[in-house]
């Protein structure tokens, strides 16, 4: 008998010939015990060692009847009943059979290669690795080693055996490898080729506002600029070069002097005519203004000056400050001072005859409407800014005008509504520079929308695969309350403590708003499924008062409501 494991890149078992079928481990418990044997050494472990992994706050008798029910359900997957061997309470699998599983086959390979530093053997190795460990499991905390050694151990022999492409493909954002390929095309005298590795570098780190190349990759962008000389440069890749130093300074808290290179950048944007640029220009110089305290001010004057002056780029320079406008949206100061400033902007742009000044107006009204608990008037001020950010075509305005617009129909309940209102909203953030921001928040509205646990199963899933190492970190925090709080009112527990501390790791970096709020009433959703009613009372407590103090009612009401429905 042969029995093979595959843990990279997904899950799946194979005895012999013939393959587990994936509905025989729709017991978790099941898979969970194979998983677990097969990382360990010898693929053995002592029962009390995998009680205390799967159930440590269980009593050790209803862990232990929970063991045996996992052993019983593994068998029978497995199909039979001497690969999971139980022998002086050491559990073991498949000992007396050939055992494969690509983890081991991956690890000896690659000791090899790194011992001999063979190419050949390099990229042997490499192709051996199939893909995260367990990439459906993510949430699953005894996982987290295994599967940081293993990428660990991937990254490692990539970079030693200078599979650059490969270390691209883990890694987007990786500047060595990046740089590498740059350098190589450089010495081959591929001047477009080293542009080609730049752009998809400033592309992926661009996942996240206001990070941006280091100095060095910019050095380089500029030697393969000037391959063919100065003339031949077009205005595209000179206005790249501005960008990428604008952010080195705003990185090195040069805030006056990224400010400076940001209105330098626009300038020759808007004279390219290129409203992408326009836009990242615009967000550059917001951040900068941000950090200065002073972005209020700024986009209360950019807006006045853009809506009556140049019309034609108007929207793509709001799509530079919307993160920045729904940060302050959600700040400690609430919504009221963003109501009273849109207030005023509208008055401006209606004179000017602006669509895309009175869409983003409405957007901002409509927001601090939803966020006063005023639906009515927040659906129609929210349904007039997607109306006129259409006619602009100003996408990311209406996608976050649609986001809102399903957070009400939400609101009342209204699940099937909801539902329709993300679809387009997913489909119109493709066409947006800002769509990694925009499909996050969507996702987290997909998941409260969901109507039966396996949708809300494959909601969460699509979720978790968003939350990559360069996502925006504030637009994951409604993804990753969601998802806790779903999983916790469906019992899978065991994910929750990990998703929760993740997101108050994050809150904690971005001080004020609703992100304590919302961890206050995951966590009363967790400690209400725990069977700790005293606990969760105080959590919902915590939250509805923050609540109150935002000014957010409806939110303050819900979790007043989840106090009054213990027992």
């Known amino acids: 008998m042969r029995v093979s494991i595959h843990l990279l890149g997904g899950f799946a078992v194979s005895v012999d010939d013939r393959v587990v079928p994936a509905a025989e481990w729709r017991r978790d418990c099941a898979a969970a015990l194979v998983k677990l044997l097969a990382l360990r050494p010898g693929h053995r472990a002592h029962r009390e060692q995998i009680m205390e992994t799967f159930w440590p706050d269980t009593d050790p008798d209803a862990a232990g009847a929970s063991l045996r029910k996992a052993v019983h359900f593994a068998r029978r997957a497995l199909g039979s009943h001497d690969l999971i061997d139980v022998s002086n309470d050491i559990v073991a699998l498949a000992a007396d059979v050939e055992l494969a599983i690509d983890t081991e086959s991956f690890e000896i390979a690659t000791k090899a290669a790194l011992r001999g530093g063979d190419s050949k053997a390099f990229a042997h190795a490499a192709d051996l690795y199939g893909g995260r460990l367990l990439p459906d499991d993510l949430f699953i905390e005894w996982l987290d080693a295994p599967r940081a050694q293993l990428q660990q151990r991937y990254s490692d022999l990539l970079r030693a055996g200078g599979l650059w492409q490969r270390l691209i493909a883990l890694d987007p954002a990786d500047e060595q490898a990046q740089c590498a390929l740059m350098q190589a095309a450089l010495d081959a005298g591929n001047r477009v080729e080293a542009i080609r590795q730049f752009n998809q570098l400033r592309d992926n780190l661009h996942a996240e ?6 100095a060095a990759t910019i050095a380089l962008y500029e030697k393969a ?31 006056d002097k990224a400010s400076e290179i940001a209105r330098q950048t626009r300038d020759l944007a808007l004279g390219a005519d290129l409203p992408r640029e326009v836009g990242e220009a615009s967000a550059l110089l917001g951040i900068a203004s941000m950090m200065q305290a002073q972005w209020p001010q700024l986009f209360r004057s950019e807006f006045i000056e853009w809506v009556r002056a140049k019309p034609a780029f108007v929207q793509h320079v709001f799509d530079g400050h919307l993160c920045l406008s729904e940060f302050c949206l959600c700040s ?6 963003v109501a009273g400033l849109a207030q005023e902007l509208l008055a401006v742009a209606e004179e000017a005859e602006s669509n895309a000044g009175r869409g983003l107006a409405c957007l901002l009204l409509g927001e601090a409407s939803l966020f006063s ?11 007039e800014a997607e109306r006129l950010l259409l006619a602009a075509d100003a996408v990311a305005g209406r996608v976050l005008a649609i986001e809102r617009l399903a957070e009400i129909a939400l609101e009342r309940g209204q699940k099937w509504r909801a539902s329709r209102l993300i679809q387009r909203g997913l489909a119109d953030a493709e066409r947006s520079w800002l769509s990694p921001h925009l499909i996050m928040r969507m996702q987290a509205l997909a998941v409260r929308a969901a109507s039966t646990p396996k949708m809300v199963a494959e909601e ?52 004020g708003g609703p ?4 961890l206050w009433e995951a966590r009363g959703v967790q400690r209400r499924a725990q069977d700790k009613e005293v606990r969760a009372l105080a959590a919902f407590e915590e939250a ?16 007043l409501a989840r106090m009054g429905n213990h027992g």
């Open 209 to 214: 506002l206001g990070v941006g190349p280091s």
């Open 225 to 255: 600029l000037a391959l063919s000389g100065p003339e031949t440069v077009n205005p595209s890749e000179r206005i790249r070069t501005s960008l990428a130093w604008g952010l080195v300074h705003l990185q090195s808290g040069e805030f």
């Open 332 to 337: 400690a100061k609430g919504h009221a001072e």
């Open 373 to 383: 608990g005023e639906l009515d008037r927040a659906e129609q001020f929210l349904t």
């Open 460 to 511: 969460i899933l699509a979720g978790d695969r968003l939350l990559t190492p360069g996502a925006c970190q504030p637009c994951s925090m409604a993804l990753r309350t969601a998802s806790a709080i779903a999983l916790a009112e469906a019992g899978e527990l065991e994910q929750v403590d990990r998703r929760l501390n993740d997101a108050e790791r994050i809150a904690g970096m971005w001080q």
């Open 515 to 518: 992100w304590a709020a919302a």
């Open 544 to 559: 509805a008062s923050r609540y109150e103090e935002l000014g957010r009612p409806r939110d303050q009401a819900r979790c």
